[in-house]
Structure formats: C-alpha cells, structure tokens
C-alpha cells in the first residue's frame, strides 16, 4: 500500500496570506489527524477528522481548520498567517472503527512564512 | 496536569554500543504509548506501541521498549546501535477512550560516533 502523501511539500508565504495543506491517507484509512512540529513547541496536535467530521481539536487559534472529504482525503487551511506558524505540519492516517489506533505519518509539508 | 516527559535532549553514542531513551508520563491511567523515529527532513515512522498485555515490547529496526507501571515510565533500548539510527526519537502518549490525540514528549536526538 502506498503511504501517507502531502502535497505540496514546501511552501514560502508571506504574512497575511493564506495557506491549504493536503493529505490523503492509506488506502481504507477513514481517520486523518495533523500535527504542527516547530523547535519551540515541538510536537502539538491540531485536529483529528474522521468521516468527514471533526472528532478531536486541539489548542490552536480558530486560524487553522480543517475538513475531510468523502474519500477520506484532508486539507488543512491557516487563514492570515504569521510569523510563527513557520513549521512543518505532519498529517496521520490511522484505520480505526472506533477508539484508538496507530496512526502512520506522511512526510509533512514544509511552511515558511515571511 | 497529564505530560510526556523525555529528560535527555541530546544523546551520543558510539557505533555498536548499546542505547536506551527514557520516557515518562504523567496520567492517571495508564495511556497507549508510542515510540516514533524521525529522520532529518522526514515524516515520523512508527518503532513500536504499547497497548497492553506483555511489557516488553519488540519493534522494528531492533528496538524494544519495556513498560513500567510503577515508574510511569516506557523506556527505548537498542543493544548494538548502527551509525543509521542517528535521527530524532519521539515518546508519544494517547490516553485511553482519547481518540487519536497524540501527545510527544520533547523528543531525544542521538547522534552515532563511528
């Protein structure tokens, strides 16, 4: 099975703008969660979706949202961006009918912002 | 308040000694609990998991991690470590009925002396 895809996987933006992430799972796995990584923070959780509805949320500005599509597919969109949401936002696939599961990451998409 | 502790930042070792990564956590019942690997510029990749049942647990890439409930603790061992296992070592928590919310410890970075 193909793994987990992002795309794009670098991204400049300059500040203000606007930015939408993409991921697409496993094949047959129905929960997406993302993830932002910075040296400051390290590792946070963002949001969780499981068909198509938003199952977890994490402590992030209302700036950052997300949506899955029919196809288990997910974008991730930061409105207005700053300075400090340069990271790199990691997407996980998991398959769980419910609870827990192991989640299997994408590379991540690099952000830069200026 | 419930957190993933890795106490060391740094770790250096050399080439076929032996290595081990702590991790503790602070819940209040025992949570699933992850080890993840990351590599420069790469996603996570998965070493191993603790759900229940036996403690010490095998994971891919020689790694084993043994759970200690009186310790809260979820240690990372390898015996004879290769100048490949240098990377970024990540503790990850979920507690139990929480979905996909992982929490990261701060995350261990070993560097391999050859």
């Known amino acids: 099975k193909a793994g987990v895809t992002q795309t794009p996987r670098y991204l400049i933006k300059t500040r203000g703008q606007q930015v939408t992430l993409s991921c697409s799972p496993i094949s047959g796995h129905r929960s997406v969660s993302w993830y932002q990584q910075t040296p400051g923070q390290g590792l946070q959780f963002l949001f969780e979706y499981f068909s198509e509805t938003q199952r977890n949320k994490g402590n992030f500005p209302g700036r950052f949202s997300g949506r899955q599509f029919s196809n288990s597919r997910s974008e991730m969109n930061v409105s207005t961006l700053e300075l400090g949401d340069s990271a790199l936002y990691l997407c996980?696939?998991?398959?769980?009918?419910?609870?827990?599961?192991?989640?299997?990451f994408g590379p991540g998409t690099r952000l830069t912002v200026l | 308040a419930q957190s993933v502790t890795q106490p060391d930042i740094h770790i250096t070792v050399s080439e076929g000694a032996s290595l081990e990564l702590r991790c503790n956590y602070s819940y209040g019942a025992t949570p699933y609990l992850f080890w993840y690997v990351q590599s420069p510029g790469q996603g996570l990749q998965l070493l191993l998991k603790?759900?229940?049942?036996?403690?010490l647990v095998q994971g891919i890439k020689g790694f084993e991690a043994e759970f200690k409930r009186s310790q809260s603790s979820f240690n990372l061992r390898k015996p004879s470590v290769h100048w490949s296992d240098a990377a970024e070592y990540f503790c990850a928590v979920v507690p139990k009925a929480a979905g996909n919310k992982l929490t990261f410890g701060g995350g261990t970075r070993v560097l391999v002396k050859p």
């Open positions: 603790y759900f229940s049942g036996d403690t």
């Open positions: 996980a696939s998991s398959h769980p009918e419910s609870g827990t599961d192991t989640q299997y």
